[in-house]
């Protein structure tokens, strides 16, 4: 197994029930696995500089799951190898009401990375085709009714994601969509360590027990969400998620692969900044 059997497309439709969560199944061997993931955040840190200075392109990674699937651990380590400098990551939460006031994309537009830079974005405008479907939320926003009780709302949400992703490619920024892809069966074994662990008991919410409730819909609107918005600039990675070890390299692939793909280089000086830069050592050297 690779990275190619969890990668989506648009050619073939993701099963979400039919996927893999774990290690296992793949056979790999964690010491393996390990040192592979050392040697991609090596070379993701200096392709990562390269971007920085070539400064053409950027890259938008998102992070969508389910509680506990592991979205903080995997910033944490596999975003924590690049410069600081060349990566902001920004959460999701709750719109606010001044986020509300604005159509959907808003927040996320003002979240852009800038050309050479990366983003990553721990929860995305995927909610708004993930939780807003599951509880119908945008019932209680205010909204045309023109555009409210069009039966086709969520299916033109996700045409509108197309092509912002589209649009957003073609102005030299490419998105990488992740989906931490955990069992229901981890989910509780992690939510029950939450709770008994006191180090960890910050971590837990009541929230989580109640969306949990919800698993099968929210299965079902991830399922649609990969399936209607997979495209071949930016395509969906659905990782399994039971095995932390297992998910950082999967995730340190897809990243490493994007940034191989821009393969950025460092700019080359033209011929008369050459000759400066010459002038200004010789000036050093004879200080
Ligand atoms: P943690 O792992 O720390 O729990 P988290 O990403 O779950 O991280 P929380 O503050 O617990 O952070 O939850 C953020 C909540 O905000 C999630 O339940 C998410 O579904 C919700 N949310 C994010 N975007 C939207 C949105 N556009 N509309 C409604 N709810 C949203
Ligand atoms: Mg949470």
Not at 132 to 156: G, T
Not at 169 to 178: A, F, L, P, S, T
Request: proline residues 4%; contains cysteine.
């Amino acid at each position: 197994m690779s990275l190619k059997d969890y990668r989506f497309d648009g050619e073939e439709k993701l099963e979400l029930r039919g996927m893999n969560t774990g290690a296992k199944k793949d056979g790999v061997d964690k010491e393996d696995i390990l040192r592979r993931t050392e040697k991609n955040l090596g070379r993701i840190e200096a392709l990562q500089d390269k971007l920085y200075a070539d400064g053409r392109e950027s890259v938008l990674i998102i992070l969508q799951a389910m509680d506990a699937a592991g979205k903080d651990s995997t910033v944490k380590h596999v975003m924590g190898c690049v410069n600081p400098q060349g990566i902001d990551v920004h959460s999701f939460k709750q719109p606010t009401s001044e986020e509300l006031s604005h159509d959907y994309l808003w927040r996320a537009m003002k979240a852009l990375p800038a050309r050479g830079k990366m983003a990553l974005f721990n929860r995305s405008y995927y909610e708004d085709v993930l939780v807003v479907k599951v509880h119908a939320l945008q019932k209680n926003y205010k909204m045309p009714a023109r555009v409210l009780e069009d039966p086709d709302f969520f299916k033109k949400r996700y045409r509108q994601i197309r092509h912002f992703e589209e649009y957003l490619y073609e102005n030299g920024c490419r998105v990488v969509k992740i989906f931490l892809n955990l069992s229901r069966e981890k989910q509780k074994e992690r939510f029950l360590e939450r709770i008994q662990v006191e180090a960890k008991n910050w971590k837990f919410s009541q929230a989580d027990i109640r969306e949990r409730a919800y698993w099968n819909d929210y299965m079902d609107a991830y399922e649609a969400a990969v399936n209607e918005t997979a495209t071949r600039h930016s395509p969906w990675y659905v990782i399994p998620a039971d095995q932390k070890w297992y998910t950082r390299y999967l995730v340190s692939e897809a990243v490493l692969g994007v940034l191989e793909d821009i393969d950025p280089h460092y700019p080359k000086l033209p011929p008369e900044h050459a000759a400066e830069l010459q002038e200004c050592r010789e000036a050093l050297e004879n200080e």
